[in-house]
Each structure stands twice: as structure tokens, then as C-alpha cells.
């Protein structure tokens, strides 16, 4: 079966083929932990006395702080201390406080096309956009891995993607997760790896394509892979990585039929409403309804072209709602002073957080009050998860939040960009 996922875990795993069902045992590139499930992976290998066969030479492990960033109470402060002593003994990659978002930082030059990651964190599947076999495991399975360097997979049965067309002014790769999600709905995907192909795609960037990858798993899927392009390789020479000519194997038949198919030009700017990420509608459906809170940031749209989408809307304007904008890593950060965006931004009324996750999940650095009502750029909206139950969070692009931010409530930002199109910055 001609599919990314599979053969990468055939070449991990030394069998000349990998069937979708088939149980394989792969050698992993990279293992990733952060200061929420890192702390319980250290757990169980100590528990275990397996410590000591963490080897570096083995498997790259990485350990990042971005949760707590920077730690909200005792219990983060210590258990990022104790992150910081494993990794310094037993040789691991440690990205500490500030350096931002997990899935941002292994996509800046870390991960490279081909790799198998796994990580103790979900939204893994980031890297996929990297040509990437990518998945998140449980903290246990972090343990494991480290210790091992392999770890088992079953593998998934691949779900075809076929993009054509371009996007419209004001709609992004947001709009096309969001898109792919309503269609999947929360289990459309489940154990699949989906797999992106089409002329489109050359019209999709690579901040857009970690969006999309970021939030297949909303679906249910294993991981989400696409194909190694142009795109992909000036993203990597931008973060000083050589293109070797093995990557250009992975690519697949674009003529093969597709599960799903979409035209980027005839999607329009979506938001996800409470309490799913799947519960997707047409911002115009929702137009009006007030905003309290806008929060632009996380692995899912924290990065510099996010950035750049909310100053265009907000350049020379004041917003209505509180903002927070958080960097998804302290290279967009430093882009984002030396370009003028963070100045814009904070003229406009923004407040600017330390790169990191910030209240994406909750548990500091803005988090939403009882029935506020939140429009956010993350990629889970569930009850709970960015405040108090009564909160209602909507997901949106960044152009979508930053006309919510500006107006007070959520509008459809393609009018707003009309009328600033003469904006530079």
C-alpha cells in the first residue's frame, strides 16, 4: 500500500513492508517530553531502575518547558528542576523556560523528514507537516522509549487528502483543520494516519501545514503526513538544515483516488464553537456574539505568520476585547521585534506573554473567568479546559480572532483586511 506512514515504519522497523493492522516493532529518532507528562515519565524509569540506559547515542530525547513557562507554583518550579537534573545527567536536549511550545521548537530544524517521534503530549502529530511519521504516546510509553529506543506501533490504515486551489484573502490553514475536522467529526480519522496530496498543496505553507497536522488528532488519527515538497525543504534550509536526497522518496502518486477531496478556494472563514473542536461553523453564522477574551499563540498558531495575520488586522487600530498574544517560540518572538509586529501589537492593546503555551490548557497566563467567552487560535475547546466549566471557548484562524479582538465580538475578518489592505509592516 502506497502510503508515508507505512513505509516509515517499515524502515524502522527493518521489514521490507508494513500492512495497515499489522503489529511492528520500530526504532524511534526522537522522543519528546514536557513538564507535565516528563515528571511521570522520570517516575517510571525510576521506579523500573532503568534510568541509567537513557543514552543519547540511542535516541535523541528532548525536554521541554513549556506548560508551566515560567513555573506558576512550587509544584511546576520543582518539577522543572528535576527535569533539568535528568536531562544534564543522562545527556538530553533541554529547552527550558521561554524557549517556547514543544511542537514549535522540533519543528524548527529538529525533526527532519523520515523521522519516527514520538511524544508524551497529543498533538505530536505536529511534525507530520515535516514529513514525519509522528504520534503522541502516554507517559509510560515515554519511559519506555527512552530506555529502549524503539517502541511498538500498530499500523494505520491511511485516509488520502486531496487539496487543489488556492486560499482566499482572510482564510488560512485554521480554516482547512477546521474544515477537515467538521467533515471527520471526532472519530473519522481514528487509528489513521491521513495523508495530504494535490496541486494545493504547493499553496500551502509550512506554519499552515503544522496547523493542519497539529489538529488532525481532533479526529482521531495516529498521525498526519505530508508529502516532501519544495515547501518543505526552504522551510528547512530557513532553519539550516540540508535537504538529503533520500526525502525526495516521500512522496505519493498524486493521481491515487482520495478519501476526502478539497477545493481551498471555496472554503470561507470557520470557527469551532463549544464544547468540540469538531462543532464547526461559518464565522457569518455566529457574527455578533460577544467577546470577552481573544488568546493568538500555542503550538497550533503561535507563530510568526499567525503574528503577522493579527497586525495586519490591528495595525493602527485599538482592540475592544483583552488580547494575549504568546510567541510559540523565542525565534518568533525575536521576529517579531526585529519585523515590528510585536510594536504594532502592543500599540494596539495587546498583552505579550513568555513563549511557552500560556492558558491553552489552563493552568496559567490568562485563563478565562466564570461564562466568559473566549475566541482562541489553540485546538481544543472542551469544558474546562482554558477556565472554569461555564467558559465557552471558540477555535478560529488568526485573522478570525483578531477581528474579534478589534470589534468585541466575533466577525468575519475579510471586510476588515479590505479596508486595511494598504497596511505594511
Not at 522520570?42 to 506548560?67: C, F, Q, R
Amino acid at each position: 500500500m502506497d502510503s508515508l506512514a507505512l513505509r516509515i515504519l517499515a524502515k524502522h522497523s527493518g521489514a521490507s513492508a508494513v500492512e495497515p493492522g499489522e503489529i511492528v516493532y520500530a526504532r524511534v529518532d526522537k522522543v519528546m517530553i514536557n513538564d507535565v507528562t516528563g515528571p511521570m515519565a522520570l517516575s517510571v524509569l525510576a521506579d523500573a531502575g532503568a534510568e541509567d540506559l537513557v543514552n543519547p547515542d540511542k535516541v535523541e530525547v528532548h525536554v521541554v518547558m513549556d506548560h508551566y513557562s515560567p513555573p506558576h507554583n512550587w509544584d511546576s518550579a520543582n518539577a522543572h528542576r528535576r527535569l533539568r537534573d535528568f536531562s544534564r545527567k543522562y545527556g538530553c536536549v533541554l529547552h527550558d523556560v521561554g524557549s517556547g511550545v514543544a511542537h514549535q521548537l522540533l519543528a524548527e530544524g529538529i525533526v527532519k523528514p523520515g523521522d519516527l517521534v514520538v511524544g508524551a503530549d497529543s498533538h505530536t502529530l505536529t511534525y507530520g507537516a515535516l514529513s514525519s511519521f509522528a504520534t503522541g504516546i502516554g507517559s509510560s510509553e515515554a519511559a519506555y522509549a527512552m530506555a529502549a529506543g524503539e517502541l511498538w506501533f500498530k499500523a494505520p490504515e491511511p485516509l488520502y487528502v486531496e487539496v487543489r486551489g488556492r486560499f482566499h484573502t482572510g482564510v488560512t490553514g485554521k480554516d482547512l483543520a477546521l474544515h477537515l475536522l467538521k467533515v471527520l467529526g471526532p472519530v473519522g480519522a481514528l487509528y489513521r494516519s491521513v495523508e495530504f496530496v494535490g496541486n494545493g498543496l504547493r499553496h500551502v505553507n509550512m506554519p499552515d501545514r503544522l496547523t493542519v497536522a497539529n489538529m488532525m488528532v481532533e479526529a482521531g488519527a495516529k498521525t498526519a503526513i505530508f508529502p516532501y515538497d519544495d515547501v518543505i525543504e526552504y522551510w528547512l534550509r530557513m532553519h539550516g538544515v540540508l535537504p538529503e536526497r533520500m526525502w525526495r522518496e516521500l512522496t505519493l502518486d498524486p493521481g491515487r483516488p482520495a478519501d476526502i477531496e478539497v477545493d481551498l478556494s471555496e472554503l470561507e472563514p470557520l470557527i469551532a464553537e463549544p464544547p468540540m473542536p469538531t462543532r464547526v461553523r461559518h464565522v457569518t453564522d455566529l457574527e455578533g456574539t460577544e467577546v470577552d477574551l481573544v488568546f493568538v499563540g500555542s503550538c497550533t498558531n503561535g507563530r510568526y505568520e499567525d503574528m503577522v495575520a493579527l497586525a495586519r488586522v490591528l495595525k493602527g487600530r485599538k482592540v475592544r476585547a483583552r488580547l494575549i498574544v504568546i510567541p510559540a517560540s523565542v525565534r518568533v518572538l525575536k521576529q517579531m521585534v526585529s519585523e515590528g509586529v510585536l510594536n504594532t501589537l502592543l500599540e494596539a492593546g495587546a498583552v505579550i506573554g513568555v513563549p511557552g503555551c500560556g492558558p491553552c490548557f489552563g493552568a496559567h497566563m490568562g485563563v478565562a473567568g466564570n461564562s466568559e467567552v473566549v475566541v482562541s487560535t489553540v485546538n481544543r475547546n472542551f469544558p474546562g479546559r482554558a477556565g472554569p466549566p461555564t467558559a465557552k471557548v471558540y477555535l478560529a484562524s488568526p485573522y478570525t480572532a483578531a477581528a474579534a479582538a478589534l470589534t468585541g465580538r466575533i466577525t468575519d475578518p475579510r471586510p476588515l483586511l479590505a479596508e486595511h489592505e494598504w497596511v505594511c509592516l
